[in-house]
């Protein structure tokens, strides 16, 4: 029976609008985003079937087209409405960090606010937090041009923007897709031009924290930088 057949007080819709979306359970807030089920199931139906496939939303959002073709009846244009709520939550913990001028007193505070995104990314992205003078957090950016490959176009692209931003710090933060947060000899060399670049202009960088599955490996906390 579909869920318009329900009775008001059991849809999940109705709940939310009543009670608060933080009454809802995780099939019930699913089930809001993909809408509608298909023949036989509802949209109730076809997030417990989520669930159940994939456990948890980091799951959900690790997964790519291919794990999604087990589950008959979501389409690709369900499966894009899913991964989409999935990525607005992941941008609300940046748009907080920027907003709150979070403070930045350990290589654990940046894992800890970048790492639930950057750690299932199937792509390397480069970070920066730009820090002022009491450390706390003036803006974060994506640097598009370029990769820790291209160093010296991404230095040119980082330091343009601190100056813009009159930032006294800065911290830069990367992934690995691999998982493993082991730098490699470009990322040390990258690190140490990125380092040197900054003296010249009197902007310290802090830290080059590289985000892998769960863990991090900090240049600041291995004496690297100092």
Same mark, same amino acid.
């Given at each position: ?98 907003? +709150? %001028? ?33 450390? %706390? ?7 598009? +041009? ?46 140490? +031009? ?33």
């Amino acid at each position: 029976m579909g869920i318009n057949n329900w009775p008001k007080t059991d849809r999940p819709r109705e709940k939310l609008i009543r009670d608060g979306e933080h009454t809802l359970s995780d099939s019930e807030l699913l089930a809001i985003i993909l809408g509608t089920g298909r023949k036989g199931y509802s949209a109730l139906d076809l997030a417990r079937m989520i669930l159940q496939r994939f456990r948890t939303f980091r799951q959900i959002g690790q997964a790519d087209l291919r794990h999604w073709g087990q589950l008959k009846g979501l389409g690709k244009a369900k499966v894009s409405q899913i991964k989409a709520a999935i990525e607005i939550a992941r941008r609300f913990n940046e748009e907080k960090i920027r907003d +709150e %001028r979070v403070k930045i007193e350990s290589s654990g505070d940046v894992a800890r606010m970048l790492m639930p995104r950057m750690q299932d990314l199937k792509k390397e992205v480069f970070k920066v937090l730009f820090l002022n003078s009491q450390n %706390r957090v003036i803006d974060l950016i994506e640097i598009e +041009e370029g990769s820790v490959n291209q160093a010296r176009p991404i230095i040119r692209e980082i330091y343009h923007q601190a100056l813009l931003e009159f930032a006294s710090f800065i911290v830069c933060v990367h992934n690995h897709p691999s998982g493993n947060p082991e730098p490699s000899s470009q990322d040390k060399q990258f690190t140490r +031009e990125l380092v040197l670049a900054g003296e010249c202009l009197f902007i310290k960088c802090l830290d080059h924290v590289i985000i892998g599955n769960g863990e991090y490996f900090s240049f600041s906390d291995k004496g690297i930088i100092r």
